[in-house]
């Protein structure tokens, strides 16, 4: 029975996440979440592997953002509009994954194409929407009927400032939030009018996020890092946080620190809030809080941050994003790749618990390093209903989730995000290939230059390996333990292990973007620029060239037996080749078409080709045996099933189609959306059973077919995947180690465990056994007091019924008493019956008579109403006579239009059937012509055969006429030959020559080609000696550049080194003199301390002045200084201040030299050995000149401490005799002074004639050097 439908699959994995959408995942319950993939927004289970589907209506239209109700029913897609278009909101049930509702501008004169930000009410009845510019309106919507409540402008009144988000109240459907950069709102309605109230002076700051932290307060965060707070519309002047840095918050206290912080920060923007005025009328929800509670918040406010972290500057600052709330506490993200996470633990109080981030450990072997990418910057957070775990997502296609409520922050500072579901690709995805033997198939990434095994019936990545080099194409081998991969410089062969991959062979071929293994994998091709080169995947022998492609070579198919192989290019070329012999067997050439996909079948007699031009192509023996126009756009890439009655292609934006074989004049196809981008790849299991496709924006679909039935090629039963794998023996005996090891360790592990067991066992027997000691000494105790305990109760009883004997014999006689006293008040009591029983008779007999008026009074109004009612009745029954009337009027009238209606409809089907009628009559009539025209060319057709009876005839006489023609034709003949015979001859040495002259044309063709393939060899290797000899120019002057940068060096060296020596010479001697002048202070203390001893010593005469007198002179000549020894004390100063004078002069004269010096040796290099030698000789006289003066510097200092001026202080007395001793051999002293001195200018004198000569000879050096050079 032959099928007349076409394959039909069903998406049932879809990898990949839309980057491009904001507020891009949500959870819809615990273990489901919600993304938009692609062309679908998926709703994936994570702990059944499952996923729903939610397909867009128009995959053309771009998705700007997804909001999800409160309840997790309804989700909400805003959909940007084309231009002269109106935006869309399409609002989708998740119960029944179908479209509910699209909603709309209602106006005609809106320019906006796109509402900026959309938000359900927590109650999900009603949807606020905002359009972008110009508009900036807010539209209410009441989603379900449809229709727009109410609307109004939520722009500035300003109009400064745009709009990113609205932010509904969590129990106030009528109050809303609009920030955005410079605008902060506060918005309700009432009766349909929206009005603004509260603080709204945000013209000086970029708000980045914003939440609703409580029904009264908002919490929201700017660009440069700080949390501000409004509470019942009232901005918090002193509820400033950084939000990096804050770590508690808790609104009962006030905190001075950070009221200067504010300050400074409120500068820093450029910001001064003012008080909300007094006139603004707050909401029901902000009402309900009390006024006492609410002067106690304004007044009270606190944070507390981290005393020991530094205020980082403006550049250092990250803005808030992604300001999420739920019951428990609040996150937000803020810093490179950081989520911060307060948990609420009062009304008022939010205490920091963690810190979350995206780290190396985030990802899956997926990440070469561990620093941080913009690509990690985070775009959303959700939290489950549970809130047990935080969802993120960045700018890349991957979820990230961690448990919120985990360790806290003391225990672990941060916590790193982990992947949710597989690690996916990051970038195009540019191969795939599909395993035969295991239910894997591979993939390779353009951006990520990664390789990734999938297994597509555990849903999960089983492999990851990143590579430095490009990764173009990649090929399994059947039994999925080898891999064919192109890099940008080699083909390599890879053998897959457990987990990695091993290099175990590797090809010259570069930037391969095309390889295939033989269907049975004893053969694989790959493509090398124009050629397609076939290699034994055993002895890796290249076993022919297939040369014939113009243009590039775009996809490969093997036959199943692997006898025939398929090329096409963009060129507009399909090859077949024999893998016999390496040859052409068959070719298509189509200069129009570029190829893009082609797929032999079992039998190797059929190839299908797709291109450019969007037809299917049924290639067989050279020819074109069908070509089938599909779905209007260029077809991209082909799968046939092994079966041979299937064929799956894709093409246009996503498109998959599939189509029933053998094609017929109309092909039977479906198409199916999923992908909204470019589908790169296509891959068929071996079974038949399951699709994978690729596409550009990295996204994965696995398909499954759900009517394979006689489709699908028919398997053994016993067939069953390959579960085995690879393991090098390195690793295999690694693991063996490490096995051996653990064993061991649990070995040690249980006797450890069972020798502590046995100690704690003995230790708790011990302790059991006091216990019960005590335990029992207790019980003993208790005993004695139960007895003691008892022996009381007995008395206690006794004593008791004495008591109670007395207590009973009182209260008879207080009952006789009570008695006696009882029956007097009877008596009273019976008198008093009496008199109230007679009343109760007058009063009864009073009350019927009432009752009787009252019930006369009661029939007369009751016979009244009766009346009044029984006319309102007759009323009330002739106006629904009248009405029944006009009733049976209108259904009389109705049911004439039915009739006329029905008798019109009647009209029309005659008319069209009658139509119709005649357009039968019409073929029928047309098929009458037809079939005489056919009994017309039967007629002709008789008399065409008579015709060629007759010619048959005219050949007979003709062959006759040949016959004696024959006869003439012999003679001549004979002539003929005799003139054959000196052609011959003749013939014969031309022969010779030409053969000659071919020889050598085939000989020149030979060397053309040689020529041709050296030309070509030369170019590829010049292309290749190009690159590094501008590499190498650059490098040998980067060299130069590097050697004279390295002289500079060298010289600022030595300058610093012997600037170095200067100052620790310096340093030497300024330590020196400060050691004398604090020698000198000590000297003084102690002279002082003697004069105040001698002072003490002069009081004891204070009654006899003569004696006074004495001793104060000989006070003041034991310790005051001469006149004349203060003038030479004046005098040697200056001797020394002009001796210093003259030593810094020399010094600068050095300097200045070694300068010269410097320079001379940067110009020459051939004496640079020879002036150094002599500049260390200089170095050593100028070292023996400090030495002098160092010596000369000590005997100044023993000159002064002779003379008393120095620290080591000499009385009067003793310094007049040495004086006296050193002027008597003052003039031989001077003359010695005069002599060294006159030596000391000598010696400078020479070496500054030394050094001129060697400036000249410098000089000299360098004008043959720049001869030379020029």
């Given at each position: 029975m032959?099928?007349?439908?076409?394959?039909?699959?069903?998406?049932r994995?879809?990898?990949?996440?839309?980057?491009?959408?904001?507020?891009?995942?949500?959870?819809?319950?615990?273990?489901e979440?919600?993304?938009?993939?692609?062309?679908?927004?998926?709703v994936h289970?994570?702990?059944?592997?499952?996923?729903?589907?939610?397909?867009?209506q128009?995959?053309?239209?771009?998705?700007?953002?997804?909001?999800?109700a409160?309840?997790?029913?309804?989700?909400?897609?805003?959909?940007?509009a084309?231009?002269?278009?109106?935006?869309?909101?399409?609002?989708?049930d998740?119960?029944?994954c179908?479209?509910?509702k699209?909603?709309?501008?209602?106006?005609?004169?809106?320019?906006?194409r796109?509402f900026?930000?959309?938000?359900?009410?927590?109650?999900?009845?009603?949807?606020v929407?905002i359009?972008?510019?110009?508009?900036w309106?807010l539209?209410?919507y009441?989603?379900?009927?449809?229709?727009?409540?109410?609307?109004?402008k939520?722009?500035n009144?300003?109009g400064?400032?745009?709009?990113?988000?609205?932010?509904?109240n969590?129990?106030?459907?009528?109050?809303?939030?609009?920030?955005?950069?410079?605008?902060?709102?506060i918005?309700?309605?009432s009766?349909?009018v929206?009005?603004?109230?509260?603080?709204?002076?945000?013209?000086?700051?970029?708000?980045t996020?914003?939440?609703?932290l409580?029904?009264d307060?908002i919490?929201?965060g700017?660009?440069?890092?700080?949390?501000?707070?409004?509470?019942n519309?009232?901005?918090r002047?002193?509820?400033?946080?950084?939000?990096?840095?804050?770590?508690?918050?808790?609104?009962?206290?006030?905190?001075?620190?950070?009221?200067s912080l504010?300050?400074?920060?409120?500068?820093?923007?450029?910001?001064?809030?003012?008080?909300?005025?007094s006139?603004?009328?707050?909401s029901?929800?902000?009402?309900?809080?009390?006024?006492?509670?609410?002067?106690?918040?304004k007044?009270?406010?606190s944070?507390?941050?981290?005393?020991s972290?530094?205020?980082?500057?403006d550049?250092?600052?990250?803005?808030?994003?992604c300001?999420?709330?739920?019951?428990?506490?609040?996150a937000?993200?803020?810093?490179?790749?950081?989520?911060?996470?307060?948990?609420?633990e009062?009304?008022?109080?939010?205490?920091?618990?963690?810190?979350?981030?995206?780290?190396?450990?985030?990802?899956k072997?997926?990440?070469?390093?561990p620093?941080?990418?913009p690509?990690?910057a985070?775009?959303h957070?959700?939290?489950?209903?549970?809130?047990?775990?935080?969802?993120?997502?960045?700018?890349?296609?991957?979820l990230?989730?961690?448990?919120?409520?985990?360790?806290?922050?003391l225990?672990n500072?941060?916590i790193s995000?982990?992947?949710?579901?597989?690690?996916m690709?990051?970038?195009?995805?540019?191969?795939?290939?599909?395993?035969?033997?295991?239910?894997?198939?591979?993939?390779?990434?353009?951006q990520?230059?990664?390789l990734?095994?999938?297994n597509?019936?555990?849903?999960?990545?089983e492999?990851?390996r990143?590579?430095?080099?490009e990764?173009?194409?990649?090929?399994?081998?059947?039994?999925?333990?080898?891999?064919?991969?192109?890099?940008?410089?080699?083909?390599?062969f890879?053998?897959i292990?457990?987990d990695?991959?091993?290099v175990?062979?590797?090809?010259?071929i570069?930037?391969?973007?095309?390889?295939?293994?033989?269907?049975?994998?004893?053969?694989?091709?790959?493509?090398?620029?124009?050629?397609?080169?076939?290699?034994?995947?055993?002895?890796?022998?290249?076993?022919?060239?297939?040369?014939?492609?113009?243009?590039e070579?775009?996809?490969?198919?093997?036959?199943?037996s692997?006898?025939?192989?398929v090329?096409?290019?963009?060129e507009?070329?399909?090859?077949?080749?024999s893998m016999?012999?390496?040859?052409?067997?068959?070719?298509?050439?189509?200069?129009?078409?570029q190829f893009?996909?082609?797929?032999?079948?079992?039998?190797?007699k059929?190839?299908?080709?797709?291109?450019?031009?969007?037809?299917?192509?049924?290639?067989?023996?050279?020819?074109?045996?069908?070509?089938?126009k599909?779905?209007g756009?260029?077809?991209?890439t082909?799968?046939l099933?092994?079966s041979?009655?299937?064929?799956?292609?894709?093409?246009g934006?996503?498109?998959?189609?599939?189509?029933?074989?053998?094609?017929?004049?109309?092909?039977?196809?479906?198409?199916?959306?999923?992908?909204?981008?470019r589908?790169?790849?296509?891959?068929?299991s071996?079974?038949?059973?399951?699709?994978v496709s690729?596409?550009?924006?990295?996204?994965?679909?696995?398909w499954?077919?759900?009517?394979?039935?006689?489709r699908a090629?028919?398997?053994?039963?016993?067939?069953?995947?390959?579960?085995?794998?690879?393991?090098?023996?390195?690793?295999?005996?690694?693991?063996?180690n490490?096995?051996d090891?653990?064993?061991?360790?649990l070995?040690?592990?249980?006797?450890?465990h069972?020798?502590?067991?046995?100690?704690?066992?003995?230790?708790?027997?011990?302790?059991?056994?006091?216990?019960h000691e005590?335990?029992?000494?207790?019980?003993?105790?208790?005993?004695?007091k139960?007895?003691?305990?008892?022996s009381?109760?007995a008395?206690?009883i006794?004593?008791?019924?004495?008591?109670?004997?007395?207590?009973?014999?009182?209260?008879?006689?207080?009952?006789?008493?009570?008695?006696t006293?009882?029956?007097?008040?009877?008596?009273?009591?019976?008198?008093?019956?009496?008199?109230?029983?007679?009343?109760?008779?007058?009063?009864?007999?009073?009350?019927?008579?009432?009752?009787?008026?009252l019930?006369?009074s009661?029939?007369?109004?009751?016979?009244?109403?009766?009346?009044?009612?029984?006319?309102?009745?007759?009323?009330?029954?002739?106006?629904?006579?009248?009405?029944?009337e006009?009733?049976?009027?209108?259904?009389?009238?109705?049911?004439?239009?039915?009739?006329c209606?029905?008798?019109?409809?009647?009209?029309?089907?005659?008319?069209?059937?009658?139509?119709?009628?005649?357009?039968?009559?019409?073929?029928?009539?047309?098929?009458?012509?037809?079939?005489?025209e056919?009994?017309?060319?039967?007629?002709?057709?008789?008399?065409?055969?008579?015709e060629?009876?007759?010619?048959k005839?005219?050949?007979?006489?003709?062959?006759?006429?040949?016959v004696?023609?024959?006869?003439?034709?012999?003679?001549?003949?004979?002539?003929?030959?005799?003139l054959?015979?000196?052609?011959?001859?003749?013939?014969?040495t031309i022969?010779?020559k030409?053969?000659?002259?071919?020889?050598?044309?085939?000989?020149?063709?030979e060397?053309?080609?040689?020529?041709?393939?050296?030309?070509?060899?030369i170019?590829?290797?010049?292309?290749?000696?190009?690159?590094?000899e501008?590499?190498?120019?650059?490098?040998?002057?980067?060299?130069?550049?590097?050697?004279?940068?390295l002289?500079?060096?060298?010289?600022?060296?030595?300058?610093?080194?012997t600037?170095?020596?200067?100052?620790?010479?310096?340093?030497v001697s300024?330590?020196?003199?400060?050691?004398?002048?604090?020698?000198r202070?000590?000297?003084?203390?102690?002279?002082?301390?003697?004069?105040?001893?001698?002072?003490?010593?002069?009081?004891?005469?204070f009654?006899?002045?003569?004696?006074?007198?004495?001793?104060?002179k000989?006070?003041?000549?034991?310790?005051?200084e001469?006149?004349d020894?203060?003038?030479?004390?004046?005098a040697?100063?200056e001797?020394?201040?002009?001796?210093?004078?003259?030593?810094?002069?020399l010094?600068?004269?050095?300097?200045l030299?070694?300068n010269?010096?410097?320079?001379?040796?940067?110009?020459?290099?051939?004496?640079?050995?020879r002036?150094?030698?002599?500049?260390?000789?200089l170095?050593?006289?100028?070292?023996?000149?400090?030495?002098?003066?160092?010596?000369a510097?000590?005997r100044?200092?023993?000159?002064?401490?002779?003379?008393?001026?120095?620290?080591?202080y000499?009385?009067?007395?003793v310094?007049?005799?040495k004086?006296?001793?050193?002027?008597?051999n003052?003039?031989?002293?001077?003359?010695?002074?005069?002599?060294?001195?006159?030596?000391?200018e000598?010696?400078?004198?020479?070496?500054?004639?030394?050094?001129?000569?060697?400036?000249?000879?410098?000089?000299?050096?360098?004008?043959?050097?720049?001869?030379?050079?020029?």
């Open positions: 032959a099928i007349t439908t076409a394959p039909n699959i069903a998406a994995i879809f990898y990949g996440l839309r980057i491009d959408i904001q507020y891009n995942a949500h959870y819809v319950s615990e273990s979440v919600l993304y938009p993939a692609g062309g679908v927004v998926v289970d994570h702990s059944l592997k499952k996923q729903r589907f939610i397909k867009l128009d995959k053309s239209k771009a998705v700007k953002s997804l909001a999800l409160p309840n997790r029913r309804w989700l909400a897609l805003n959909e940007v084309e231009e002269g278009q109106k935006p869309t909101i399409t609002v989708y998740l119960n029944t179908k479209r509910r699209i909603l709309t501008v209602p106006f005609e004169n809106s320019t906006a796109e900026a930000c959309v938000q359900f009410t927590f109650d999900s009845k009603y949807l929407a359009t972008g510019e110009p508009d309106y539209y209410y009441n989603w379900d009927k449809g229709k727009v409540e109410s609307h109004a939520a722009q009144p300003s400064q400032g745009t709009i990113t988000a609205v932010s509904c969590p129990t106030d459907a009528t109050l809303v939030v609009i920030t955005g950069p410079y605008t902060f709102r918005m309700n309605v009766e349909t929206w009005r603004q109230w509260g603080w709204c002076k945000a013209e000086n700051l970029n708000i996020s914003c939440m609703w409580t029904p307060r919490m929201f700017t660009s440069k890092g700080m949390l501000m707070l409004v509470e519309g009232e901005f002047q002193n509820c400033v946080f950084r939000a990096a840095e804050v770590v508690e918050m808790s609104l009962r206290k006030v905190d001075t620190e950070f009221l504010y300050s400074q920060d409120m500068s820093s923007h450029n910001f001064q809030p003012k008080p909300k005025s006139n603004l009328k707050p029901s929800v902000l009402a309900q809080r009390g006024q006492a509670e609410e002067t106690a918040e007044r009270s406010i944070s507390k941050q981290d005393a972290s530094e205020r980082l500057s550049a250092e600052l990250y803005p808030v994003t300001l999420t709330n739920f019951p428990k506490g609040f937000f993200a803020c810093g490179q790749g950081y989520v911060h996470m307060f948990e609420k009062s009304l008022h109080h939010w205490q920091k618990r963690n810190l979350f981030r995206i780290s190396r450990k985030s990802y072997h997926t990440r070469d390093t620093i941080w990418s690509q990690d985070i775009q957070i959700a939290v489950d209903p549970h809130q047990e775990n935080l969802l993120i997502t960045t700018l890349r296609p991957q990230y989730y961690v448990k919120l409520f985990g360790q806290h922050m225990q500072p941060e995000f982990m992947e949710l579901g597989p690690a690709h990051y970038g195009r995805i540019n191969s795939l290939s599909m395993c035969a033997w295991k239910p894997i198939f591979m993939t390779s990434g353009e990520d230059r990664s990734r095994v999938w597509y019936m555990t849903d999960d990545v492999l990851i990143l590579y430095q080099e990764v173009h194409v990649v090929s399994l081998h059947p039994t999925g333990l080898f891999a064919v991969v192109g890099f940008s410089d080699k083909l390599r890879l053998v292990l457990i990695d991959f091993e175990m062979r590797e090809f010259p570069r930037n391969c973007k095309c390889a295939k293994f033989s269907t049975n994998g004893q053969m694989f091709a790959a493509v090398n620029g124009k050629v397609v080169q076939v290699f034994s995947s055993v002895s890796f022998v290249n076993m022919f060239n297939l040369k014939g492609h113009n243009g070579v775009t996809c490969l198919s093997w036959s199943a692997d006898s025939i192989l090329s096409c290019g963009n507009g070329a399909v090859y077949e080749w016999s012999n390496g040859q052409r067997v068959g070719e298509i050439i189509i200069k129009t078409n893009y996909g082609c797929a032999i079948n079992m039998a190797g059929i190839t299908y080709a797709v291109g450019s031009d969007g037809e299917i192509k049924e290639l067989g023996s050279s020819s074109i045996r069908r070509q089938i599909l779905i756009r260029p077809l991209d082909v799968a099933s092994r041979d009655m299937m064929l799956f292609i894709s093409g934006e996503g498109s998959v189609v599939s189509v029933q074989l053998p094609l017929l004049d109309k092909a039977l196809f479906k198409e199916f959306h999923v992908h909204n981008r589908v790169t790849r296509l891959a068929l071996y079974d038949d059973q399951t699709l690729v596409a550009e924006d990295a996204s994965i679909c696995v499954k077919l759900t009517n394979a039935d006689g090629i028919a398997l053994d039963k016993d067939f069953a995947y390959s579960k085995e794998i690879l393991i090098s023996k390195r690793d295999l005996q690694e693991k063996l490490n096995m090891l653990l064993a061991t360790r070995t040690e592990l249980e006797t450890e069972a020798y502590q067991l046995r100690q704690t066992e003995a230790l708790h027997a011990e302790k059991l056994k006091e216990i005590g335990y029992g000494a207790a019980i003993e105790e208790l005993k004695e139960n007895e003691t305990m008892e009381e109760h008395h206690e006794g004593v008791i019924q004495q008591d109670i004997s007395k207590m009973r014999a009182n209260q008879e006689k207080s009952l006789q008493a009570l008695e006293d009882f029956n007097i008040k009877l008596i009273g009591e019976y008198d008093r019956y009496q008199n109230l029983e007679d009343k109760t008779a007058r009063m009864r007999k009073e009350y019927e008579e009432r009752l009787e008026q019930a006369e009661k029939r007369l109004a009751l016979r009244d109403m009766s009346e009044m009612y029984e006319n309102q009745v007759d009323e009330k029954d002739t106006a629904f006579n009248e009405l029944q006009q009733f049976n009027l209108a259904k009389r009238e109705h049911e004439t239009i039915k009739r209606l029905e008798e019109d409809a009647d009209r029309e089907i005659i008319e069209i059937r009658t139509s119709y009628e005649t357009q039968l009559k019409e073929e029928k009539d047309a098929n009458v012509r037809l079939k005489g056919t009994g017309l060319m039967k007629k002709k057709l008789i008399v065409a055969n008579k060629i009876d007759e010619f005839h005219q050949i007979l006489q003709l062959k006759d006429e040949q004696q023609f024959q006869g003439v034709i012999s003679a001549l003949e004979k002539d003929v030959s005799d054959k015979k000196e052609i011959s001859e003749r013939d014969g022969q010779d030409e053969r000659r002259i071919y020889d050598l044309k085939r000989k020149k063709q060397l053309e080609k040689y020529k041709f393939v050296l030309n070509f060899k170019t590829e290797l010049k292309n290749q000696i190009e690159p590094l501008r590499d190498l120019k650059e490098k040998k002057k980067r060299i130069l550049e590097l050697e004279e940068s002289e500079k060096l060298l010289h600022q060296i030595s300058y610093r080194e600037k170095i020596s200067q100052l620790d010479d310096k340093l300024a330590k020196k003199d400060y050691l004398n002048e604090a020698h202070n000590l000297m003084m203390k102690n002279t002082l301390q003697k004069i105040k001893i001698d002072l003490h010593n002069i009081t004891t005469y009654q006899d002045p003569q004696k006074l007198k004495s001793s104060v000989v006070l003041f000549h034991k310790y005051v001469d006149i020894f203060l003038r030479s004390r004046v040697e100063d001797a020394l201040r002009e001796f210093n004078r003259q030593r810094d002069h010094e600068k004269q050095v300097v030299l070694k010269q010096l410097a320079k001379a040796l940067g110009g020459t290099k051939s004496d640079v050995g002036i150094m030698d002599e500049n260390c000789v170095l050593t006289e100028i070292n023996n000149m400090r030495t002098d003066l160092k010596t510097r000590t100044c200092w023993e000159m002064e401490s002779i003379l008393g001026l120095s620290a080591r000499v009385p009067p007395a310094a007049r005799r004086l006296k001793h050193i002027t008597e003052r003039e031989k002293i001077q003359e010695r002074f005069n002599e060294k001195l006159g030596e000391k000598q010696t400078i004198e020479e070496l500054k004639t030394e050094n001129q000569k060697l400036l000249e000879k410098i000089k000299c050096a360098e004008v043959p050097d720049k001869d030379e050079y020029k």
